[in-house]
């Protein structure tokens, strides 16, 4: 009995996962591009073993696109979570329904299937994998909160991370880079979701 129970619940899990609810929202909730600033940043700081050096001050509205939760990587201790977020067109909900999302390994991906659902070239231009390093406690609690086809404002730095044996991390400060070093790497100061 325990047994078949057991798969009931990981058949019922795997159900959920592939068949997430789509996105059901009108028009576009999150028209504005990232804002991003190198003035008047603070001076590097540590934070435990590590050292957070600003690069840009950074506030971003956008769609969750998925989520991703890491508890045993290299950069776990900093970064519990990565959000994967949309913006401008890639917070359209038709959008997003005409595509597939996947997080791992630090990475984020899309695919579709048949006609893209947006001209492919404005993809990775309004989309980010943002890597989240919550600056307090109560910062943490709030953004491991956060859930897929949520709105969400984070606000905060860009940063680079040294640390211990060469320990290196940088964010990116375009948008528009594709390849390795391409996510944000995310001081996290305030969170604030909503559900759509």
């Known amino acids: ?3 078949l129970l057991f798969f009931a619940l990981c058949a019922a899990a795997g159900w959920f996962y592939f068949h997430a609810s789509p996105a059901h929202w009108r028009g576009m909730p999150a ?6 600033s190198a003035v008047n940043l603070p001076a590097p700081f540590a934070h435990d ?5 600003p690069l840009a001050r950074y506030k971003v509205t956008a769609v969750v696109l998925g989520r991703e939760r890491y508890r045993l990587d290299g950069g776990a201790a900093l970064s519990p979570v990565d959000l994967a977020l949309g913006w401008g067109p890639m917070s359209v909900a038709s959008v997003i329904n005409g595509l597939s999302f996947s ?3 630090r990475w984020y991906e899309y695919h579709w299937d048949g006609e893209p659902p947006l001209d492919p070239a404005l993809m990775p231009t309004h989309s980010a994998n943002t890597h989240c390093l919550p600056a307090t406690a ?3 609690q709030k953004v491991l909160a956060v859930k897929r086809h949520e709105l969400v404002t984070l606000e905060g730095y860009l940063v680079e991370v040294t640390g211990p044996d060469g320990y290196h991390w940088r ?6 880079d594709t390849r390795g070093g391409s996510c ?4 996290v100061t305030s969170v ?4 759509l």
């Open 103 to 105: 997080q791992s390994g």
């Open 1 to 3: 009995m325990k047994k």
């Open 184 to 187: 944000e790497v995310l001081w």
């Open 31 to 36: 028209p504005k591009d990232p804002f991003q």
């Open 49 to 53: 073993s590590y050292t957070i050096t």
């Open 171 to 176: 964010s990116s400060l375009t948008r528009d």
């Open 138 to 140: 109560e910062v943490r």
């Open 192 to 195: 604030i979701s909503q559900r």
